[in-house]
């Protein structure tokens, strides 16, 4: 008797402790998360702030060099696009949908960089210092946002932080693709291709 009620009390004791570590690990899987939402609410607000200055670029467009109509056009549908696509579960498609708008982006600002007109009016050089210094909080953002997928997908790599997976109520995080570093207005761009991006296998 005695033996079964101290098998008993082991049983209990090993039940607790493993307990105890699914608890720990959930709280800190909860706290990865948590991270992942505030690096990606960051993100979302470097990113809309340089989608806002796309009205100055268009309004200079429409100034010195009208004949990009059609550019401008499709900045705004991508702009639109993408504003359709702020949650955590369209992160792939949104970083697609941002890199091809930053391509276009440096594309008009190098062929608007050409025209004299242009290089004399000091508010496009207000302008480009604007969108250079976003897009540099931009990737910071990015890279910031995809640090904290790394903390939680390593995290979740443990044994027991696969088994909890299937029970969160959040879908795992995918990284946030980053378009090639950003050449200077003044340099020609060569093709930029940017595939989804997927999170590692759990």
């Known amino acids: ?38 690096r990606w609410s960051d993100l979302m607000t470097e990113l809309n ?34 504003l359709r696509l702020p949650s955590l579960t369209s992160v792939s498609w949104r970083a697609q949908c941002e890199a091809r708008l930053e391509v276009g982006l440096n594309l008009l600002r190098r062929k608007l960089a050409r025209l004299a007109p242009v290089q004399a009016d000091p508010r496009f050089q207000v302008l480009e210092r604007q969108i250079d210094t976003l897009n ?26 696969r088994r909890l997976e299937s029970f969160l109520p959040w879908e795992p995080p995918v990284h946030y693709a980053l378009p090639p570093h950003r050449q200077s207005a003044d340099q020609p761009a060569g093709p930029t291709t940017t595939t989804p991006a997927t999170a590692r296998p759990l």
């Open 1 to 38: 008797m005695g033996w079964t009620l101290m098998g008993l009390g082991l049983l209990f004791a090993l039940a607790g402790i493993i307990g105890l570590i699914v608890l720990i690990r959930y709280y800190s899987l909860q706290q990865s998360h948590t991270a992942i939402v505030q």
């Open 136 to 161: 540099q909080r931009l990737r910071q953002a990015a890279e910031a946002y995809n640090s904290a997928v790394d903390s939680y997908l390593d995290q979740a790599e443990s044994l027991i932080g």
């Open 49 to 82: 702030q340089r989608q806002a200055l796309l009205a100055p670029l268009a309004q200079a467009t429409a100034i010195y060099a009208p004949q990009e109509r059609a550019a401008v056009e499709e900045l705004a549908a991508l702009r639109n696009q993408a």
